[in-house]
């Protein structure tokens, strides 16, 4: 094929010229808003709407957060409070955990070491056993089982008995 023969093949694309004006026209304007962005004036605006948005919705944030922990609860979805108290508790038990993992290595290195000979060495033995401290100190420690929250959800009715309806609570045995 020949210059003049490639040259005929090649047909100007009617677009060509409207995409390089678009191109053209999108970096002028990206480097407007590029310096609009950045400039002092624009932060303040943007800081004054901002503050103004807060302003006007602080009176409807704690009753759509209420009304949000009512409809979690009616759904049964534990809300994020629901999972504090979980991951609380986790850490305890992985503190406890801790622990008897620090008794059971003491316990160990009594019963790697010599033999008792006597009733009277075994008798120390135990009782070091016994009086093995935890490795947390108490001020890091959880409150009692007791005193601890429920999991539970205020609205959820707890259950009373396993009875099933239609059937008498006691059954007499046969032999």
């Not at 047909?11 to 060509?16: G, N, R, V």
């Not at 001020?139 to 009715?157: E, F, Y």
Request: proline share 7%.
């Amino acid at each position: 094929m020949s210059d003049a023969e490639a040259a005929a093949a090649k047909q100007p694309d009617p677009m060509e010229k409207f995409h390089e004006l678009r191109d053209a026209y999108l970096e002028i304007w990206s480097k407007h808003l590029i310096d609009t962005v950045n400039s002092d004036s624009y932060a303040q605006a943007s800081g004054a709407a901002l503050n103004s948005f807060l302003t006007a919705t602080a009176p409807f944030k704690e009753p759509a957060e209420q009304a949000m922990l009512k409809t979690l609860q009616q759904l049964n979805v534990p809300t994020s409070a629901d999972f504090a108290v979980l991951a609380g508790r986790f850490t305890n038990v992985e503190m406890q955990l801790d622990n008897l993992d620090a008794k059971l290595d003491r316990i160990e290195k009594l019963l790697s070491g010599a033999k008792p000979a006597s009733p009277v060495q075994e008798v120390a033995l135990k009782s070091a056993e016994a009086s093995a401290r935890p490795v947390a100190p108490r001020s890091a420690r959880k409150t009692s089982q007791r005193n601890r929250p429920s999991l539970r959800t205020r609205g959820t009715p707890k259950k009373t008995t396993n009875a099933k309806p239609g059937r008498g609570n006691s059954r007499k045995r046969t032999k």
